[in-house]
């Protein structure tokens, strides 16, 4: 069974790497950025966040990861954000998540949504593949419905392309 | 609707060229590449006044209504130029009989609308017109409509629909309603409902509330039943709403999201998109027998599919070559045919009622457009260039599309969407004006 889950957690990784191209960093790292790795209870923003809430996932992990123009792999960032939220996962295992995948504009309405739903389930994939059971993390596709942020900036589409993990 | 004086069969001659000039465009799609520029800059409206129908007693008021209708169908198809009507010299009751044309030549005006309206004893409203060839001196053709007098709209529509017809050669659009996304609230939490309305925009109502995001709405064949996505309960699923009765119902027992739904022309079926998680096949489903059939297999994005209007054929977009493209295949899947090689991502096809084209949305180089190309690959052209153009309908003649547009965010004030029409060479663009903004325009067949 051990060996089982760390072959499939390999055979992800490679499939990522050689699929994937590095993004230009700056925005790649949204809700989580500045955060390595678990809370500390040092406190970014407030100390009231409760720990295994959709708050704690977002300032302390990183509850989002970004994608290519209509591309579907995840970046080298994105993994290290998923390998925490793996981790995160573990340790409140009595939860479960929704990952909603999404698209910036840029994208017919109907192809966003086939889209989006390849990102979300790029995501579960990689979730799963660290030990996380697939009964615990559903998907759903936004399309192009609910952007993060409004801009036609590449900044700003870069930021609605994403797949975020929601805290059922 | 009974014919009400035969019309004289002769052939109309008193429009001159630009008469022809709109017939050859109307008529020759086979020749719009080389009219392409003519008819943006060139097509000349045919003059045609239109009189207040004569109205007695109950129907008094209506008569100005209708002509009223009539006039701004005709105005918006930008094939015909209402003239002013404060220049009138004869008023509707000596219009009766006919008409003293040369007052009408005065004007210019090549074609003149007569008309009457009235309420019977049963209570039901009888409306008639004539169309007149002005220079020729001649009646055209003339109807009489009776219907329920709160029904006068839809025989406005009729009117406008027979003279379109008359004139042009080519079935009219009028008598036909829009189902669309009626947009509010700000981009991040955009809210969604369906909402109908007549082509025109009157007699509009929202048919859903904003508590569940709903998308993509298409007419079943006979108008009565919408399909659409519905996100309720958070589970994204296609569903069927009945338009007499309110009622919404789930379309089928999928494993997984479907979306993009749309009829065949034998209203028994809905073709949509069932997504695994990472692929999208396209499947249909018998309204009757619920029988699910698979038509596309494969490690691909099959969406967007549209029945030719025969129900032989499908087209579908797939990124199964690398990116979005246009796919025609036979109705049980096979045959599968690559139509679309331009430069850029094209989705979204949606096959015209008259066979002859398939609509698609294009994104090249950051930027959205409109166009066309025959069901065999030939005669792409672009109808529309836009920052964000998108989700193209047939009007039910297949001269029309309606399409919507999105502003940049920008300019400073928020997302916005509307509906604009614009003809099938690429001209006479005009908004259409709906109360809050809107998105997924579908345009219904002629109704009956």
């Known amino acids: 069974m051990y060996m089982k889950v760390l072959s499939l957690f390999a055979a992800v990784v490679l499939m990522a790497a050689c699929s994937s191209t590095p993004k230009d960093s700056g925005n790649a790292n949204g809700a989580g950025l500045g955060n390595n790795g678990m809370t500390t209870g040092s406190g970014i923003g407030n100390g009231s966040v409760r720990p295994g809430t959709q708050e704690d996932l977002a300032a302390n992990v990183g509850d989002r990861v970004f994608f290519q123009y209509d591309h579907t ?10 390998d925490r939220q793996a981790a995160w996962l573990k340790q409140y295992s009595q939860l479960t998540v929704t990952i909603e995948g999404h698209c ?50 590449e900044d700003a589409f870069a930021q609605n392309r994403r797949g975020v993990t929601i805290v059922n | 609707m009974t014919m009400m004086a035969a019309f004289l069969p002769r052939v109309w001659t008193g429009f001159g060229a630009a008469l022809v000039l709109t017939i050859l465009t109307i008529t020759a799609p086979a020749r719009a590449d080389l009219n392409l520029d003519l008819t943006r800059g060139t097509l000349q409206p045919i003059p045609i006044a239109i009189t207040s129908f004569l109205g007695a007693g109950a129907a008094a008021n209506t008569g100005q209504r209708l002509a009223g209708v009539v006039s701004a169908d005709l105005e918006r198809s930008g094939y015909f130029r209402p003239v002013d009507p404060s220049a ?10 006919t008409p003293r044309f040369a007052d009408w030549k005065l004007l210019q005006a090549q074609a003149l609308v007569t008309g009457a309206v009235s309420v019977q004893a049963d209570g039901q409203l009888r409306v008639e017109f004539r169309l007149w060839d002005v220079v020729a001196e001649q009646q055209m053709t003339g109807l009489a409509f009776m219907s329920t007098p709160d029904n006068w709209r839809r025989v406005a529509h009729k009117v406008a629909d027979a003279i379109f017809k008359r004139v042009t050669g080519v079935n009219g659009y009028f008598d036909s309603r829009i189902v669309y996304i009626a947009e509010t609230g700000p981009a991040i939490k955009r809210q969604k409902r369906l909402a109908i309305m007549d082509q025109d925009g009157e007699r509009h109502q929202f ?16 108008s009565q039943e919408i399909a659409y996505l519905s996100y309720y309960g958070g589970k994204p699923r296609v569903y069927l709403f009945n338009i ?3 009622r919404q119902q789930v379309l089928g027992d999928f494993p997984g999201m479907t979306y993009a739904p749309r009829f065949s022309p034998d209203g028994g079926k809905v073709i949509m998109s ?19 059939t698979r038509l596309t297999d494969g490690p691909s994005i099959d969406t967007s599919a549209s029945y030719s209007p025969d129900g032989r054929q499908i087209a579908f977009e797939s990124d199964r070559g690398g990116t979005q493209q246009v796919y025609v295949m036979n109705a049980d899947g096979s045959g599968l045919k690559r139509i679309t090689f331009g430069n850029g991502r094209y989705g979204g ?31 792409e052209r672009t109808l529309v260039e836009s920052f964000h153009a998108e989700g193209p309908t047939w009007a039910p003649n297949g ?4 399409f919507f547009r999105e502003g940049s965010s920008s300019d400073g004030r928020g997302k916005s969407a509307s509906l604009y029409a614009v003809n099938l060479f690429g001209g006479n663009e005009r908004r259409v004006t709906t109360p809050v903004d809107a998105s997924d325009p579908a345009w219904s067949p002629l109704l009956p």
Do not use: C
């Open chain 1, 73 to 82: 792999d995840l970046t080298p960032e994105g993994r290290a954000t998923l």
């Open chain 1, 104 to 153: 910036d504009e840029r994208g017919t309405r109907e192809y966003n949504i086939g889209l989006g739903n390849r990102r979300a389930t790029a995501v579960k994939n990689y979730l799963v593949a660290l030990g996380i059971s697939s009964s615990r993390v559903a998907i759903i596709s936004y399309g192009k419905e609910r952007p993060a942020v409004v801009g036609d900036s």
């Open chain 2, 88 to 97: 009138f010299t004869q008023d509707p009751a000596a219009l009766q009989g």
């Open chain 2, 207 to 222: 048919l859903t509330n904003d508590n569940t995001l709903v998308l993509t709405p298409r007419f079943s064949p006979n």
């Open chain 2, 244 to 246: 007499e009765t309110g």
């Open chain 2, 274 to 292: 069932l997504s695994d998680g990472s692929n999208s096949n396209i499947y249909t489903l018998d309204l009757q027998t619920r029988h699910q």
């Open chain 2, 349 to 379: 096809p949606v096959w015209s009622p008259t066979g002859e084209y398939i609509a698609f949305t294009k994104l090249a180089g950051g930027h959205f457009a409109i166009g066309v190309v025959h069901p065999d690959g030939t005669g």
């Open chain 2, 399 to 402: 001269r029309v599309l309606m």
